[in-house]
């Protein structure tokens, strides 16, 4: 059974850079058929998808939060990486890290989630 | 970008009363891309249906997806008391990208 489990701070000063990890278990991060994910929700709101990325290193960010975001990987330890740097208020939210499946009929969805992690930025 | 909306915003059922949520889509979105998520209080989304209209591993058969195109359909046709949660479209576009929406809180009447 796949798992998931994200890791990093609880709170973080407006301006400096929010650092989240996601170590994978029960599979390997290197299987081609999936992307892996960071994803986050505001309290008492809808979620917002930031990025992707692909064993490989390819990745994809949401156009939104491109000019802050940068999504790394480590295949020796099966983790993958959120940096989101100038943080404010605005990205208080749950962050969840997910992997991404895609099928062999190109279908598109996220399967597995982290439980989710609270992150807040305040002074 | 493609926006999801979602609608109703609230559904007021009683348990064993069918539901049905919709999700519209501003542009034409392939049925492979579109998907469907149950979140609980406190905890993460789970998925649902993928593929507009496959159930996920272990879902109930109660659970059902339809639709093409713009116009998307979750139906629960008769709901269990732990069926009582918000639940999520989510596409995926070109560039890539991937949106949700807005959701619809399904809560006891």
């Known amino acids: 059974q796949v798992q998931l489990q994200e890791s990093g701070p609880g709170l973080v000063k407006p301006s400096q850079t929010l650092s989240l990890t996601c170590t994978v278990s029960g599979g390997s991060i290197s299987s081609g058929d999936y992307y892996w994910s960071w994803i986050r929700q505001p309290p008492g709101k809808g979620l917002e998808w930031i990025g992707y990325?692909?064993?490989?290193?390819?990745?994809y960010y949401n156009p939104s939060l491109k000019s802050r975001v940068t999504i790394s990987v480590d295949t020796s330890k099966n983790q993958f990486s959120l940096k989101l740097s100038s943080v404010t208020a605005a990205d208080t939210a749950v962050y969840y890290c997910a992997r991404l499946r895609i099928t062999m009929v190109r279908e598109y969805y996220f399967d597995y989630w982290g439980q989710g992690t609270l992150v807040t930025v305040s002074s | 970008e493609i926006v999801l909306t979602q609608s109703p915003g609230t559904l007021s059922l009683s348990p064993g009363e069918r539901a049905t949520l919709s999700c519209r889509a501003s542009q034409s979105v392939s049925s492979s891309y579109l998907a469907w998520y149950q979140q609980k209080p406190g905890q993460a989304p789970r998925l649902l249906i993928y593929g507009a209209s496959s159930r996920a591993t272990g879902i109930p058969d109660r659970f059902s997806g339809s639709g093409s195109g713009t116009d998307f359909t979750l139906t629960i046709s008769r709901l269990e008391p732990e069926d009582f949660a918000v639940y999520y479209c989510?596409?995926?576009?070109?560039?890539?990208?991937?949106?949700f929406g807005g959701g619809t809180k399904v809560e006891i009447k």
């Open positions: 989510q596409q995926y576009g070109s560039s890539p990208q991937l949106t």
């Open positions: 990325i692909y064993y490989s290193g390819s990745t």
